[in-house]
Nanobody, 125 residues
Framework: DVQLVESGGGSVQAGGSLRLSCAAS????????MAWFCQPPGKEREGVAA????????AYADSVQDRFTISLDNAKNALYLQMNSLKFEGTAMYYC???????????????????WGQGTQVTVS
C-alpha cells in the first residue's frame, strides 16, 4: 500500500505563491503516475498536474500551464507542486494521488488513481 500525506496549503493573496508537498510511504517509482488534483467548493475533483514516473515527463491542466510546476524527489519519496500567480479560482482542497498500474484512463481522470491523501486546503483571496 501507499500512504500519502499532503502539506503546504494555506491562505494566500491572488498573485501569490504556495508550494505543496506530498510525502509518500511505499515506492512512488512503482506507480505509473503521481498527480495533484483539486476540488473547489461544490465542484468535482479535477486533475491539476501529473508526473509520469517512467518517462519522467509532466502534464498540466490548461488552466495552470506555465504557472504551476510539478516535481518529484525520489530520494525523499516526495511529490511537490509549486503554484505561482495563484488566482481566486484556485481556492480548493488539493490532493496528492498515486495511479494504479492496473487501471486505464487519462492522467487527469480520478479513476486512474488508487491512493489518495487527505488533502490540504488552499484559499486564494
Amino acid at each position: 500500500d501507499v500512504q500519502l500525506v499532503e502539506s503546504g496549503g494555506g491562505s494566500v493573496q491572488a498573485g501569490g505563491s504556495l508550494r505543496l508537498s506530498c510525502a509518500a510511504s511505499g515506492r512512488m517509482s512503482s506507480r505509473p503516475w503521481m498527480a495533484w488534483f483539486c476540488q473547489p467548493p461544490g465542484k468535482e475533483r479535477e486533475g491539476v498536474a501529473a508526473f509520469n514516473i517512467g518517462a519522467r515527463v509532466a502534464a498540466y491542466a490548461d488552466s495552470v500551464q506555465d504557472r504551476f510546476t510539478i516535481s518529484l524527489d525520489n530520494a525523499k519519496n516526495a511529490l511537490y507542486l509549486q503554484m505561482n500567480s495563484l488566482k481566486f479560482e484556485g481556492t480548493a482542497m488539493y490532493y496528492c494521488a498515486a495511479a494504479s498500474p492496473g487501471r486505464d484512463g487519462s492522467w487527469y481522470s480520478p479513476g486512474r488513481y488508487e491512493y489518495w491523501g487527505q488533502g490540504t486546503q488552499v484559499t486564494v483571496s
